[in-house]
């Protein structure tokens, strides 16, 4: 059965509107490939991830790259994206619409294994 966050309808969400200018699921925009799960897009939110971070251990963490994080790497810009014309707070949690879900997880699935990536960073 789905939890209450898994049933969220990217409908219902008046910034999704703003996007599609149109009340049409989020995964049917032109965009959504490109922003939210293209390889190429999200290794270079992972690479300005790397250079940011201050310590070894959380630049590690970007460096070994699992479906695990490009999952993570993928909701992070869909959020940037659906909420680039608002402010988001730091402790605010934002609810990924089950469609997004759905798709980032069919692009991206659990793994039970790892496989080092090849840094050129
Ligand atoms: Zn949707």
Redesign the pocket.
Known sequence: MPTENECV???GNDN?VIVTNENC???FHDSFENIVLNIDSLNIVRHNLVSQCKSKISKDRYKIVTNKLWRHLAYKNFISWINSWTTIGRNNRIVI????VRQVGQRFPEETGFKEFEDIL
């Open positions: 309808c990217c409908l999704i699921c989020i995964t619409p089950a469609c997004v």
